[in-house]
């Protein structure tokens, strides 16, 4: 796609390949790629004024990849971004999966003191997913909350919760992430 892309050079699937490759690295665990990717994506929207409506998704996902790679602080402060953007922009799909990395990033940085906060965050997560029916992201409600409980020395919790993202995952079909977590489960 992004060589497609590169060689027509319009903009819009410029930005749109970038941002596809963003995502796609993120997911490989390939941060400093990903985040060229999210970076030249976001300089095509903002500088050709494109596809402005994906920004908080690119926003979110170069959070996720700054996570990954240990910046918390950076991860913190670009999900806050994408999160504001997404509600002024009435993008509530890219709404919820910046609130799940505002509550991974405050996780990573303040652990268990940070439940109140992190419960408040996913409670508005859930809230979007009824409104919305992006069900793809109860998973993600369900590990951070597994992550609280783990950290909170909740072992009963945090494998009810683990148990819940599994079933969630076979139910829709995201093999490899059941995986992860049928992993998780037998550690």
């Known amino acids: 796609m992004l060589e497609a892309a590169e060689s027509v050079g319009i903009p819009h699937a410029l930005a749109i390949a970038f941002w596809g490759l963003g995502i796609a690295q993120t ?6 790629t990903a985040i060229e990717a999210c970076d030249r994506s976001l300089a095509m929207m903002r500088e050709k004024v494109v596809i402005r409506d994906f920004e908080a998704s ?3 996902t170069l959070a996720s990849a700054h996570l990954g790679r240990g910046d918390v602080m950076r991860a913190q402060a670009l999900a806050g971004e994408a999160a504001a953007l997404a509600r002024n922009q009435g993008t509530l799909l890219f709404l919820c999966a910046a609130n ?3 509550a991974r990033a405050l996780v990573a940085r303040d652990g268990a003191r940070a439940t109140g906060d992190v419960e408040a965050i996913l409670a508005e997560a859930e809230r979007l997913v009824a409104r919305t029916g992006a069900r793809l992201h109860l998973p ?5 909350r597994a992550e ?3 950290l909170a020395g909740d072992e009963a919790a945090s494998r009810r919760e683990l148990s819940e993202a599994h079933r969630l995952f076979i139910e829709m079909g995201a093999t490899l992430r059941a995986e992860q ?3 998780e489960l037998a550690a």
């Open 27 to 32: 997911l490989a665990g390939e941060w400093e």
């Open 58 to 60: 690119t926003l979110a």
């Open 100 to 102: 799940l990395l505002r």
């Open 140 to 144: 993600d409600i369900h590990l951070a």
């Open 148 to 150: 609280l409980a783990r």
């Open 181 to 183: 977590v049928a992993r």
